[in-house]
């Protein structure tokens, strides 16, 4: 009999097994302010994304696009059902709800005060904050935020798209519990 070559692609069901046993391992409870993303594109992937990361909760705030719309969903491809999601409200109300849902605020925006990413504590449980395509986050997203963080780019280029920079973020919310699971 021939053994399985373990460098192939895992099948749909393995997929959901390794998922199940890093969901048992991640205490961490993940949330996101979307505020004035606008891209149904965005939202769709950062919605995808979401799902993903486990996320729990996604604050919709200023005139961010719902992910019902139709163009979101080429991109959320239905996993926008697997996160709970608020309508649009104003971003410090969306702060508010999240610090009443136990989340610290973080908001990742390049600006004077913020940490780069990798040395902010973003483990917990953790609220992160994207802003506009356009003009980022609001003064008063900033101001509501218990602390900002920035990726780090050596490129000669101003900023990243948000769905990437959601991505970004995300992903270095988790590593940090990974990597240091009482941390
Ligand atoms: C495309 S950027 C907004 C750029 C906009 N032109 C501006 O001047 O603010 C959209 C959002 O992505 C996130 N973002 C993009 N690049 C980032 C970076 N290097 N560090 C932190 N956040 C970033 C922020 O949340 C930002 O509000």
Redesign the pocket.
Known sequence: MSTPNPRRQLKPTDVKRLNRTWRRNTEGRLALIL?S?TGPFNIGSIFRTAAAFGAETVWLAGNATPPTNPKAQKTALGTDRLVEWHEPVPVAEAVRAAREEGFRVV????TGD?VP?HEAKLGGDVCL?????????SPACLEAADSV?????VGRV?????A???AI?MAEARRQEWASPAG
Not at 158 to 162: L, Q, R
């Open positions: 505020e993303v908001a990742v925006e390049l913020a990413l904050v994207l802003g506009s395509e356009d003009h980022g986050c963080a920035y990726i780090p780019q101003g900023s990243v798209n948000v990437v920079a959601a973020a």
